[in-house]
Structure formats: C-alpha cells, structure tokens
C-alpha cells in the first residue's frame, strides 16, 4: 500500500500581505498533512507565493520597488505567517526560483513540440486581479465599469499577440476524465459547476503574455511571457523536481493526493491543469478540494474592498490554536464561513476551556492529589468505562474515513462529543466517593487519562500546541503520535508518572 501523501495549499500572490482568507486555506492543508503523519503516511506538504504576471508588476510599481525586491519581501511575510500558523510544510516554493523557471520551461517545451500550443492573436477581457480572461458572457456592466460576474473583478480589454493552447481538444477528454475519477472535484457541488462549464464548450486558452515583461520567457520567443496561471500551476510540480522525473520526490509523492485551494481558483485546478498535464503526457493529481470563502461581513475579503481580516491580530488577541479550532469546527466545510468574535468566544470558552481544558485539569489535580501522579492499574473495566473508552475504536474507521472525504465537520463533531462525554463521565463516576474502593478509583482515573490521552490525539491536527502539551502528560513526543493507539484501552503503562501541565487555556471575557 502506498503510503505516501502530497498535499498542497494554492501558492499565493505577494501582491498584499495575507490575510485570514490565506490562512484558512493554509490552516486547512496543514490539518490533513498532520493528520496523515499520524495516520502512518509520509507527507509532503507544499506551500508558496506564485510571483510574477501584471498584478504582481503593477503592485511592486505601486510601491516604487523592483518585481523581484517587492516580491522577495511580501514572500518573506508569507513564510512568516506559515511559522506563525504553526504549519508542518515540507516545502515553502517561490515561483520566481530558478528551478521553477526550469521546471515551467520544459512543460512549455513539451506543449510545443507536441502540437498543443500555436501562435495567434488575442482580443478580449481580462482581469488584472484574477489574472483570468474571460469572454463577454462572463462579464457585466457596473457602475459604468466592466467586471467579472464570478469575481466582481475589474476587467480591460486585451488585444495581442499570443501563444494558444489547445484546450478545446480537451474538452471530451476532461469530462471522460471526471467521469472515470468520480471524486477528482469535491465537494460535489462545485464538480457540477466545473462539469457544465466544461460541457458549454472550451475555447483555446491564451497562455502568453507580450505587453509586459514580468514573468517566465516563452522558451522560443523572447517577446513572450509564459501565463502566470501555466507558470503557477506547474509549481506543484517543480517543488518535486520536475522534470526530473527519475528522482525519489517526483517518483514518491506526483501525482499528488490533493490540492486544497478556494473556490475561486477551481477552473484553473480543475479544467486547465489536468488538460496541460494530459496534453504533455503526465499524470493528474488525484483530488482538488474548492473549499468556500471567509467572509468579512457578507463579502469576500480583498484589498479591493478594503474589508481585510488580520489573522495576526486574532492570534495576538486569541491564540493560534483557538483560532484554528475555531476555523475548523465552526466554518462548514466546502461553504462560506464567518468569524465572529461572539462564536470564537464560545469556542474558547465552552469547548477548549471548560470542556477539554477542565477535563484535563480535573483529572489531573485529581491524580496528583490521590496518587501522587502515578498511572493507576485498572481493574476490569465495567460497562460504563467500556462504553466511553471503545467509542474510540467504534469509530475509528469511520474517523478515517471522515479525514480521507474532507469531511472536518463530522471529524470536529466527534472530538466535541468526547470531550463533553469525558467530563460527564468524571461527574457521573464520581472518584472523590470512592476513597474506599480503590480498586474502583483506579479504573476510573486510568480511563479519565486514557480518554485525554485518545482526546489529544485526535486534537493534534487541529491545534497541534495544545495538543503535545496535553500529550506531554504522558511523555508522549510529537513523533510517537499515531492515531492507531485510540483504539487501544490500554496504552498507559500502570506505575509509569505523569507530568502536571499548566492551564491549557484560559477563559476570555466578552467584554474583553
Ligand atoms: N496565486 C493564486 C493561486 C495559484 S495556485 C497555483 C491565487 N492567490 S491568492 O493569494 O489570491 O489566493 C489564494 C487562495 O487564498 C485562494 O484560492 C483561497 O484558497 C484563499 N483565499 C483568498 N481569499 C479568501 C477568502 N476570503 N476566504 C478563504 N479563502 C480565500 O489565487
């Protein structure tokens, strides 16, 4: 069984410093890569900044700075916000890299010489914003100005030069292609969108650019810019090595597993890149996820509109892991999602600090005081420990399951009801009335550690800090994680000590 997993953010454009719509999707992948790694998989997971085209130019023209200079430093608050995020990438690419050049200049290569990409003139709308053409069905009248219906983007009208490629002899051929791979595009709802575009008739794509010069050279022609949407995607590829296809990253992780993006950018995931890849002979990945937006308000956020979300403020304000939970178990997955202070609160009042956090300070203080921070032996475990304990292994599979769908909701939801199951089952036992029974005493402090201990690893994907804390109770090291040890109701070892852990998270006021 092939037990290699590549998963990829989308690389995102240093035109801005990031904002929290970047951190979603970060935060996202960063869940499914952790979660793998316990899951027994080799992973790699890929971030970065896709670098260059007219946005990028113009945004470092804006700021009287060189592409590159201006680049190099909004890349740099990139890489920044991946530590600050607490994300396990392997891998932080820069399209601007000379390996990346080496790597879109040979895609190019095979294009051409395979007949796929002809030169020809074009005329038509285009979104500087998106970096996207569109054609008239695609755009609207506002305001006096014409934008984007999809986007709301501005667009202008474009007409040179340019390098096609031949997508509309791909258009037969993608939609055998979803057919035979059912779950290519998820969630469903977007498959269908993607699907009817695709049947509406694909035109020749436009992949040069003559008019500026920021970008990756037509390999035989100077006067031409590679599309920064070809440059970009092949991005995934060039983290591997490519075209080095003989070497143990490429060999190991293409094609890879899936490539979490929003869904704005599904068209060019899910139409464009497997066609390229098709066209020039090499494999498609296996899954691209089009996950909703953050809303700021009821709007998506952009600098455009001036609504931006600062993940750093709400880190500083509220923790990192607080907002990854938050993030996690409150946006629907695959829809829109908000965040509001009132909901984040809650989050870290109701579930970190008074469910999880309570229980392990509860059953911690309990153990220290009653036996000296010692792992108890259990006796027989009775039905009620039976019950809270195998619910782990019931539904072990199923859990696994929920990961490899991307279903985070059902995932979240289980986490919640354990984490409040463990605590009713703390007061239900009652251990403080057992001082004369120890043997009773035992098995319920030995089952209270062993559902924190199962508990936390399953919190380890989603807010990794808290999590090896917590797992420090029982010595357990980030690389010891595996999610297989929840199914076993006795991993503690009887007589072995535990450590105290400081509060693992502290209530907010509201009023804050
Ligand atoms: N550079 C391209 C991606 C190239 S991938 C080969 C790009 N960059 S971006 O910086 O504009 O946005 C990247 C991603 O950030 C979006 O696809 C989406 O995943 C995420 N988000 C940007 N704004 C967002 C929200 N408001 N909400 C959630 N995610 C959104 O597109």
Redesign the pocket.
Known sequence: MNKNYYITT????PSAKP????A??SIVADFFARFKRINGYKVFFLTGT?EHGLKIQRAAEKNKKKPLEFCDEISQTFKELSKTLNLSNNEFIRTTELRHHESVKKLWNILEKKGEIYLSQYSGWYSVSDEAFYSDEEIENKNGTKVSKSSGSLVEWVEEESYFFKLSNWQEKLLKFYEKNPNFILPKSRKNEVVSFVKSGLKDLSVSRKSFSWGIQVPTNKDHVIYVWLD??T?YISALNYPDTDNNLYKNYWPADLHM??K??LRFHAVYWPAFLLAADLPTPKRVYG?G???SGEE??SKSKGNILDPLEIINDYGLDQLRYYLLKEVSFGNDGNISKEKLISCINSDLANNFGNLCQRVLSFTEKNLSLIVPNPENFNNDDLKILNNFTNNYNELIEFVDNQNINSYMNFIVDQMFNGNKYFNDQEPWKKKNNQKRLNTIIYTSLELIRKISILLYPVIPNASLKALNIFNIKEKMINIETITNNKFLNPGEKINKINILFNKVDSND
């Open positions: 989308p690389i995102y454009y904002h929290m719509g970047h979603y999707s896709d970009a995607l991005n993006i929003g704005d950018i996950h937006w953050i809303l998506k956020m």
